[in-house]
Structure formats: C-alpha cells, structure tokens
C-alpha cells in the first residue's frame, strides 16, 4: 500500500512539473519573472503597418546605453568638398547659391557635369581598420555611415543605383562592407547605416513628385529595394533615414518597411530607427527622435532621442575652406555631451572623410581627444540615466546624471571655479554622503549650504582632464 502511494505521489509530482514547465515555456518567463529574450533585446511580438503598432516596439536597450556614437558623411561631395555635402543642389538646384556657382566656374572647364566628380571620389587611402581603429578609441558605442546621400550615389554596389555606385564609379570597392567587416572584426560598436530616401535628381523621383506623389515609381524601382538591400547585406543595427520631408509616409511606404525590419529582417531583434520617415513624422513617430539637427532641447524629454550634431559648424561633409574656428573645441563637445545625456538624449557626432578616404587630424584629434576624456568619465555616461533635475539652480554650467536608482549621482561641472570650491543647489546631503570626482583618488571635502541647503564641494589640486570635471556623489537626494 504504502509503495502504491508513493507511486502515485510520484507520478502526480512529475505531471505537475511537466505542466510548470510547459507554463513557463509559454509565458516566455524564467522562475524569477525575467523574461526569456534569447540574448535578444525585443520579444518576439508581430508588428503592423501602422504607427500605433511600430510605436509600441520597445527600444533595443543597447541604444540607451551606448549614449555616444560617430557620424560619417562620405560620399562624391566630398569631391568638391566645398560649402557642404549639399553641394550638387546649391550648384544646379531651385536656387543657386551664388559662391558654390562661382567655384565651379572659377575651378572647372564649361559644361562640367556633377558626374565627373564620381571618378575622382577615389578612396585610395581609406582603412576601413584604422577607421574601426580611431572609433573605438574615441569611446564611441556605435557609428552611422551614409549608405547613401541625396545625390544618390551609394557606397555599395547597390543593384539599384546602375553606374552610380562605388563599385561602378570611383573607388571600385565595396566601402559600407569593408567597414562594417573591419568594425565587427576589431571593435564591440555597433554598426549602424544612413540612407537618404530621395534623391534630388533622378528622373522617377521628380515624375513622382511632379504627379503630386499619386504615383510611385521611385519607391518601388529605388528606395524600398535599396533599403532591403543593405538590411540585407549588411544588417545594420541602426537604420537612420532621411530626405523624407517632401512627401508623405504613405508615399515612402515607411511603416511597410519597418514592420518588415522589426519582423522579418535579420536584425529584427536589435535594430533602432529614428524618425524622418515622411513629412509630418518626425518628432511623432519612429524608434527614437531626432525632431531636427543639432536638436538639443535643454530639458528631460519624454521620448528616447539623439542629438546629431557636427564637429565642423557649417557642414557635414569635408570642407577644404574651412577655417580652424568653425571646428569645434573640447569645451563645446562636452558641454553639448553632458546636455544631451542629462536629459535622456544620444550624442551623435559627425565627422566627414576626403574624398581619398582620410580622417583629416582635426577630426582624429577631437576623436582621440572625446577617447580619452571618456576614459576618465564615462562611469557618468555610460549607461546612465537622467536625475531628477537635468541642471543645478544654483550654479551655471553643471549637469546631472545617475545610476544604481539614483543612489549615485554624477554632477558635470564645465568650468573650473577660480576658488576650487563648487556649490551645488540640488542635492540634499546626509550623514552618509560621500564626494569623489572621477579620475582622482579619495573623497573630497564638502559642507552642507547655506541653512542647510545643497552642498559646497572642495575640488581637488590636480584635474583628472583638460575639460570638464565629474563629481560622483553617494547618498544624496
């Protein structure tokens, strides 16, 4: 009898095991609640065509964290290199714009076609692994390359674009795959892609846009095949759009796309789009916003979103008659870096080859110099989430940040007070509080402020870095 009952206890005990485990295989839930994503960022849920449904996909976390990554404007504008990367439409758009129409007719024979730049876009000195090289030492987490601007030309032999690629035309190489290649070889970033959607000039794009965008030839022949086509190839984990803003998204077929990516493309499960995919939608619609350029609100946003900005103030492509003060200097990247990751946002900073394939030294320089600076005080950045005030009340010029539930709290000082003492008027200490700053050895010596409000922080002798100054604060409110 007793051998019976055990028996059946046994057999009632491995039924129910059975039935939890086949619950948990459902519910896509550990034992512990965390769900079971597979090393994935995104679960596995099918999205539609339309805003409500893309909207709702969760951001692949690696996004929020990396904070900081490199822009890369390369293409046959960087020929010229002159005025901008819009150089083609300021010569031959709606409105000339009268000094790029003077150069051309300064520097170059009558009758000559923007086309004739294709063959001196050259890259006989691009590395795609020094290039994966200098990127990882600038602390970047991720880069974004033009895959292909609004001139149309593509830096990879895209099928779509006949005769005005890099394998076709200039370099005769496969430029967005060597450095996708180098970086995946040599570094942990994450590679991600630019595409224009329009192009400025080609002939099913203008029928298109003169029939009022009814019709849609260059969507169907150019755009939808050419963004399949390096998702693709290449799978990117940053698909950055732009040139949307002439026609609708109904027009660029965009949430078609993106329900495939986030579906059934190969990088489905860690890929992040921003917003410029039709008039009207960006700063509404998209993994993360960009709103505009250099957009840098100043104040904790609701939505994930990214500053993309350029070291060089008037372009994003190569300029050669660009002066040393149109770069900009440490001071001003920090600065612009500790608003943006203060208040929920990604640096997104450009830098634009020659048309040989270098990174000027004043690109590299700024680079290295973001690498090192992120040595010492990345701890406030990385992974970091913004505090319950973005700036201090009390004195200009600092920023917060923090971790671990706010039980560290990063305060970015941009200037160096002349007296070595910062006061701070958003923190609330206690007995427990403790100073550092990033990069020096030991805690440092602080009083609460007057009538017991903020904190008063004696900095150190010695700077940890040349620009800008991190103090780590524990135990504060």
């Known amino acids: 009898m007793k051998f019976k009952t055990r028996w059946i206890l046994s057999i009632a005990m491995l039924s129910l095991l059975v039935i939890l485990c086949t619950l948990l295989s459902y519910t ?22 339309n805003w409500d449904s893309l909207d709702a996909r969760p951001l692949p976390s690696w996004y929020d964290e990396s904070k900081f990554g490199i822009f890369i404007h390369w293409g046959v504008f960087s020929v ?94 496969d430029l967005v795959g060597e450095l996708a290649t180098a970086i995946r070889a040599n570094t942990d970033i994450h590679f991600g892609l630019y595409h224009s959607l329009f192009e400025w000039f080609h002939p099913l794009y203008l029928e298109d846009k003169k029939n009022g965008f009814k019709t849609n030839k260059y969507v169907e022949q150019v755009s939808q095949p050419e963004l399949h086509e390096i998702v693709t190839a290449y799978k990117p984990d940053v698909v950055w759009s732009d040139g949307d803003q002439e026609a609708p998204d109904t027009y660029w077929n965009s949430t078609g796309f993106l329900a495939w990516l986030y ?16 008039s009207g939608v960006s700063c509404h619609h998209g993994g993360y916003y960009t709103c505009a350029d250099r957009f840098n609100p100043g104040t904790l946003q609701k939505h994930k979103w990214e500053n993309c900005m350029t070291i060089d103030k008037r372009s ?34 450009n830098v634009g080859p020659t048309h040989d394939g270098r990174i000027v030294p004043i690109f590299e ?25 973005q700036n201090d009340t009390m004195t200009k010029g600092i920023w917060y940040t923090s971790k671990d539930n706010a039980t560290s709290v990063y305060a970015i000082v941009l200037d160096w007070p002349s007296n070595n003492q910062v006061s701070l008027g958003v923190p609330t200490t206690s007995s427990q509080t403790t100073v550092t700053m990033l990069g020096n050895q030991g805690n440092l010596q602080w009083k609460a402020g007057a009538g017991g409000a903020g904190v008063v922080v004696t900095l150190p002798a010695k700077r940890p870095c040349d620009w800008a100054w991190v103090l780590k604060l524990q135990n504060v409110k």
Not at 269 to 276: G, H, I, K, L, P
Not at 316 to 326: K, M, Q
Not at 366 to 377: F, I
């Open 28 to 49: 896509g839930h550990s034992s512990w609640g965390f769900k079971l994503t597979e090393n994935h960022d995104t679960a596995e849920t099918n999205y539609d065509p």
């Open 80 to 173: 010229p290199s002159f005025s901008s990367e819009w150089f083609w439409w300021q010569w031959k758009g709606t409105k000339p714009v009268p000094r790029v129409v003077n150069f051309m007719k300064q520097n170059y024979v009558p009758n000559f076609s923007y086309a004739e730049f294709g063959p001196q876009f050259t890259a006989e000195f691009y590395n795609a692994t020094e290039w994966a090289d200098l990127f990882k030492a600038s602390g970047a987490k991720y880069i974004v390359l033009t895959s292909k601007h609004h001139e149309g030309y593509t830096n990879w032999p895209s099928k779509y674009s006949f005769n005005w690629n890099s394998m076709d035309v200039g370099p005769k190489r």
């Open 263 to 278: 579906n059934d493309s190969p990088v489905k499960d860690t890929v992040v789009t921003n917003d410029r995919w039709g």
């Open 316 to 349: 994003w492509g190569y300029r050669r008659e660009a002066p040393l003060a149109d770069y900009l200097t440490m001071d001003d990247i920090t600065q612009t870096l500790a608003e943006t990751v203060s208040c929920g946002g990604n640096l997104l900073m």
């Open 365 to 389: 320089e700024r680079l290295r110099q973001m690498g090192s600076w992120m040595q010492v005080n990345g701890e406030a950045i990385y992974k970091s989430k913004p505090w319950r005030a």
